[in-house]
Structures are given as C-alpha cells and as structure tokens.
C-alpha cells in the first residue's frame, strides 16, 4: 500500500471523550495557544523541540495555525487541541502524524503542566487511537518518546501498547545532545484483541463513584465537631476512625485500579484533614477511570471490594449523626443529579428531601 493511500475521514474534526473535546485547530485559538505555551515553557523545553523556539507573536502563531489547517485537509497531518469538556479551557495538543511510513500513524501529544498527572494524556491518546484504527488502512500505530520522559513512555503502557524497540542516538534532545528514542506499538491485531474483550464496566464504576461522592457529601456536611470522637458503644468506631478508613479504600482501590495494589491502615487525623485526604483520593481513582488506562484488576473486583464496602461506611455516618443528635434529612436519591466525574464535596443541591 502506497502511502498516499491512507486518507482518514472527517471524524477527526472533532472526537469527544468522557473529559475532554479534541478538535481540529483554529486560527482564533492564536491568543489562548501563545499563553498556554508561553506559561509552560519551562515544563516542554526538556521535551520539546518547538519549545526552544518559543515564545511568538500571536501573528507567528495564527500563521502556524493556519498551516496546520492546511495540513489537516491535505490529510498530511491531523494536529488537534485538547480542551476540557466546558471547550473554554485549552490544556495541549495532540494529533496523528503520517511520519513513520505505509500503513502507520504516530501519536503525539503535549499537556500544560497544572493539568498533568489526571490522566488526560492517556484519554486524549485512547481517542486518537481509536481513530486510527477506525481507518481500514491503518495497521499499526505507534507512539514515540525519549526514555527519560517516565511520563510521557507510560501513556502507551498503559494503552496496551508494547515496547518493540529503542533507537539508539537516532535524534537530539531540544539542546542538541544525542537522544534515544522509545518505540511503543500497538498493531490492529492487537487492538482488535483488546476491544472484543468483554466491557470493562468503567462507565458505571464511575458513575458509582459520582453516587458515593454525593452522599458522603451529605453525611459529612455541616457534622458538628464534636462528631468526630461520638462513639456508640465501647469498642465501636468513632465518625473519625470510619471516615480514615473510608480514606484507606479509596487509595486501596486507586492502587488495584492501577495494577500495584496495596493497603495501608492510616491513624485518624483531623476531620477535615481525613475529609480532604478521601475527596483526593476519590479524584485520583476517577481521573484514572476516566482516562482510559488499563485496568489492573476487574471492574467488579473494584465494585465488590472497596467501593461496596465505601458505601457501607457512609450509610454508617449517616445513622451516627442521628445517634449524635445531629441528623441528615432523608432524601429520594434516584431523583438526585447524580454525575459521573463530579467527586468532590462540592455537590448539587437535593432534588427530594424529606423528614
């Protein structure tokens, strides 16, 4: 197959995932593209060979944007920016690039450093790939990317990628030193296998997740401080040592969710500091279900073990504040606005409550 065959369709103008909106380019995204690069050099330059050349004037800028538009509908390479799902806060770029011969695309991309570390590399790369494979001309896809970058190498572990080769001293560092390259691949064969698997039950893992955040939200609201220390009988837990352990779940099931499980039995701080330290981990499990990433363990493993068991210690604190004098009202929670994503305190109001 010759590689002018290899044309894709129009469906990347615009891919949405659970997090984020890629879409294709536009010249009056010159302004929001100078400051985000402009904020970041000293986090790209490391990696980035574009970055040493940076910053531009918004005129360089939408000039370079505009070639990329060009390239889009020569179908020579199809670059896309990354914005969060509210498509007004632009957090990098990705793209597919005919770079590494017939019957292949390269994945790149790039993220601003307050929005590392959520995944957002790794959902943005799964939808890329996705649309390759969409393509019937496409039978492998690979991503490239210096070995240093732990990062970086770790969004194509995670894919189901594999690690065929690295090039020794094919390329030069944004600096100019000689770099190595690792490869990482994944074949249509191989991507076939991954996606004829039975479903993963993410979605719904998340959305259980949005539904313990919402009533752990209520449980935990407004408890008077004398709350944390209330205990029922001797030898019962306190509020305190329940919300701890809620703590250590989470972190227990962000860990298995990431393939390197462990548990750890942590002493009660202060309520808000447990409070604080269970919403952190409640976002880390989310981002990572959200990304995309394998899973390592089963999604009914996570379901039936810490999460089942989440739900349980909730409902505790909720008959304890009663017990405490301090109730929360009853409420129709099917008729809650319940949203998958939405796992912090911050919660809508109730739409059905009752005494």
Known sequence: ??????????????????????????????????????????????????????????????????????HHRAGADWTMAILLKDEETLIGGAGLHRRIGPAGLEIGYWISEPHTRRGYATEAALALTAAAFAEPGVERVEIRCDPRNIASARVPEKLGYRHTETLTANTTTPTGEPRDTMVWTLTRADYGEQNTAPPSGRHLLRHTLATLAYRASKAIRGAPPEFASFRVAPGSRTPGEILAHLGDLIEWADTQARGAERWINSTPRAWDGDVDRFYAAMRRLDDYLASGGRLGTSAERLFAGAIADSLTHVGQLTMLRRLAGAPVRSENYSRAKVVAGRVGPEQLPPKFEFD
């Not at 891919?15 to 879409?23: A, F, K, M, Q």
């Not at 986090?43 to 505009?66: G, K, T």
């Open 1 to 70: 197959m010759q590689e002018q065959e290899l044309e894709l369709t129009s469906i990347l103008e615009r891919i949405e995932t659970p997090r984020l909106v890629l879409r294709r380019w536009r010249r009056e995204d010159a302004q929001d593209l100078k400051q985000l690069v402009d904020a970041n050099l000293e986090h790209f330059r490391p990696w980035m060979p574009w970055a040493m050349n940076e910053p531009s004037s918004v005129e360089v800028v939408a000039e370079r944007l505009d070639l990329f538009a060009q």
